[in-house]
């Protein structure tokens, strides 16, 4: 890691940039970690996060810019209470049960053998964070995900493909739930909707008559119903865990793989947009837009009393340049959509005051602290505090690429 | 960020300079607001603007720097639509034989239908305001203009609902500073509005009373609720029109223009939630670079798509707007 330098002073040297993102989802659960001495955890348990899913693999320095942080995986952003209280018992407190958890994480970052971002663990609502997301839903249509269902980024530094190059970009099915848990419940248990959700992948361009243009692909969104159980307790990324008291979606019928072809806007897709353009094309920005208000319609038809999290919480991406001078996906494959597309986004999104530059081989140490103990012993005082049995994070240090050679 | 963010202390000391300079070399800037209010067709009909709406009709250079688009809070039978029914509505500009974004999506499963780019794809920015006013106010930041000493501004508004015993506050505010002073100066007024009938604000809200002129930045309107409602929550997309013109220097003409061939649109109203390019409930497009440069007599034309199957959307209203300002050379 080393002081920022100044991009644009090697943009007429010919260097090419890229965006990228490092990023890591982490599924904690309790039962997993051996209890300390005195037979508790203490107030918190940290986590390490994989210290490989934060090293820059590529032969090109990472430039970061910002970090974003969500809880990955829940149907709900704020649960519904009286409806989830089952849960208590077998899977944790409802009010736990959404993304709204994020505001019970600490976390800390440091590079190895050099310094600490910060010296001290930082809550995760606890740094000022970028206006991010789209303007609230009116009363008459509380509890719903969104007013626009959209993510975007725009890029730090223009992205210029050249005349025969394309991008090619994918985007994963949702995994198909079930709320389970029933009995003790106000909620008996449910398939959460499967329904195709239409989605709008674009690419936005400068240049032309028009002083812009875009390729737009208008894709559906699909859900695997027959889903395998993912593996609780991987940090590896995807499919993504389930949150308590929701178990793989039973008696659907699609079997969707995670990487669904139908939700790709391939590279000859790219091409056919605009096979007019002579020249390179300046790319500035993506934007997704997912239309998931009948999702939300069906989930609160059930979840009366709840908030629907955007899917863009639960589905990976990837994304990479084809007939470029770096062909790497732009971020390890399956990156949830709200983590690396982040300048509209239902993540907080933390901008570094000064850059950092990851150079090849260097890497971060990221670690997650979540609440463990229902309750701990400070100056002889009892205190008492919520805590779920599992929790789910995802964490990403998003830039860009500087490509030369 | 490539792109200009209206927001930044850096945006707003560099069109404050270059107020200052164009008033020293004589040039005139001064914001316009193109708009049309569309009704859309069954579904995945293709629908026109009213003809020659977003179009230069003056004597000198505009410059279109963003797009702004939203649906009307009521359909054409006077009934509410949910605004969360835009993520199911496409647009499509098209200028000299060119479209914008793109002239279809790729769509694979919609069989032979073709697609417009749906309109919640164009946002490239946040533009949330704090959630106790967002859903009540717009802000313009618009190309700064003279307000010269002794000028005042001409603020006219309407509802979109003829309803005698609803009674609305409507608010307009206008920020800027001293063009010798620096000093930070905020002209405001409010009134109370129960129809569509145009009323006017009283213009001594909108004077220039001192002794310098005034370099003006941005424009708030806002819109609370009924007067009498336990519910404090207002809606900016009630006030169907909001329309200025500059008495004095300026010039003199009013900054917005809409389709004239409606009865049902007032021409120099646009509707306030389509000014909100800063903050507001509408998707904002910020055209890339310095934007679209429309010449004397120049336009484009804009498509709407109804893309909802389930026809919730028969009958709504689209706004597109289209914002950025005129030089007078």
């Not at chain 1, 949830?336 to 239902?346: C, K, S």
Request: net charge negative; aromatic share 8%; hydrophobic share 40%.
């Amino acid at each position: 890691m080393r002081p920022n330098v100044d991009p644009k002073d090697a943009t007429s040297a010919g260097v090419w940039f890229e965006p990228r993102s490092l990023w890591c989802v982490k599924n904690v659960i309790l039962d997993d970690y051996a209890i300390g001495e005195g037979g508790s955890f203490g107030p918190t348990l940290t986590i390490p996060l994989q210290r490989n899913a934060f090293r820059n693999g590529t032969r090109f320095p990472f430039q970061v810019q910002r970090i974003a942080i969500s809880a990955v995986g829940y149907p709900l952003a704020r649960p519904d209470v009286l409806g989830m209280q089952a849960a208590d018992n077998a899977a944790g407190p409802a009010n736990l049960n959404g993304t709204c958890a994020l505001a019970r994480v600490t976390f800390q970052v440091s590079s190895p053998f050099r310094q600490q971002w910060s010296r001290t663990v930082v809550s995760g609502n606890g740094l000022a964070p970028l206006p991010t997301y789209t303007p609230n839903v009116p009363a008459a249509d509380s509890g719903k995900s969104s007013l626009f269902g959209l993510n975007s980024l725009m890029f730090d530094r223009p992205l210029i493909i050249p005349r025969n190059g394309a991008v090619e970009w994918s985007m994963s099915s949702l995994q198909g739930m079930r709320w389970a848990a029933g009995a003790g419940g106000t909620v008996s248990a449910f398939n959460l909707p499967s329904t195709d959700l239409p989605m709008t992948m674009s690419y936005l361009e400068k240049g032309g008559l028009f002083c812009g243009s875009a390729r737009s692909s208008r894709v559906n969104l699909r859900t695997n119903q027959s889903p395998i159980a993912p593996v609780p307790g991987d940090d590896s990324g995807f499919p993504y865990a389930l949150p308590p008291g929701f178990v793989p979606m039973v008696g659907g019928s699609g079997n969707v793989p995670f990487w669904d072809p139908t939700s790709t806007f391939d590279a000859s897709s790219f091409r056919t947009k605009n096979a007019t353009k002579a020249g390179s094309t300046n790319i500035y920005g993506m934007t997704l837009a997912i239309d998931q208000t009948a999702f939300d319609t069906g989930v609160l038809a059930q979840f009366t009393d709840g908030v629907v999290a955007p899917v863009s919480q639960r589905i990976g991406t990837r994304v990479r340049v084809v007939g470029g001078p770096a062909t790497d996906y732009w971020w390890r494959p399956g990156a949830p959509a709200a983590l690396v597309f982040d300048t509209i986004t239902p993540a907080a999104v933390f901008q570094l005051d000064e850059p950092i530059t990851l150079e090849p081989g260097d890497s971060l140490d990221v670690s997650l602290a979540v609440p463990a103990a229902s309750s701990f012993v400070d100056g002889g005082v009892t205190v008492s505090q919520a805590t779920a049995a599992s929790y789910q994070f995802g964490v990403s240090f998003n830039g860009f690429a500087a490509i030369t050679g | 960020m490539t792109e200009i963010n209206e927001a930044s202390p850096e945006y707003q000391q560099y069109v404050l300079r270059v107020a200052e300079q164009n008033a020293v070399k004589g040039i005139i800037e001064e914001p316009r607001i193109y708009f049309d209010t569309i009704t859309l067709g069954d579904p995945y009909l293709e629908v026109n603007c009213h003809p020659g709406t977003f179009q230069n009709g003056e004597q000198f250079p505009v410059r279109i720097t963003h797009i702004t688009m939203a649906l009307a809070r009521l359909n054409d039978e006077d009934e509410e639509v949910d605004p969360l029914l835009l993520q199911k509505v496409g647009l499509r500009l098209k200028y000299h034989d060119q479209f914008y974004m793109n002239e279809y999506s790729d769509n694979p499963f919609a069989g032979s239908r073709k697609l417009f780019t749906t309109i919640p794809a164009w946002a490239q920015r946040p533009t949330a305001s704090a959630p106790s006013i967002s859903e009540a106010t717009s802000v313009f930041a618009h190309r700064p203009f003279i307000l010269s000493a002794r000028d005042a501004m001409r603020v006219d508004v309407r509802l979109d609902e003829a309803d005698s015993d609803d009674v609305f506050t409507v608010a307009v505010g206008m920020n800027g500073i001293g063009a010798l002073s620096r000093r930070p100066y905020f002209l405001h007024g409010s009134i109370y509005v129960a129809d569509t009938t145009k009323q006017t604000l009283s213009p001594a809200n909108f004077k220039n009373d001192g002794s310098e002129p005034i370099i003006v930045t941005n424009t708030t309107i806002s819109c609370g609720a009924e007067i009498s409602s336990a519910d404090p929550t207002g809606n900016i997309a009630r006030i169907t029109g909001v329309g200025f013109k500059q008495i004095g220097n300026g010039t003199g003409r009013s900054w917005v223009v809409g389709p004239t061939t409606d009865p049902l649109i007032m021409s120099d109203l646009a509707p306030a939630i389509s000014l909100g390019n800063l903050t507001g409930r509408a998707v904002v497009h910020r055209l890339p670079g310095d934007g679209l440069l429309w010449a004397p007599g120049d336009g484009i034309q804009a498509f709407v798509q109804n893309q909802d199957p389930s026809g919730d959307l028969d009958g709504a209203k689209v706004n597109i707007a289209l914002l950025g300002y005129i030089a007078v050379t």
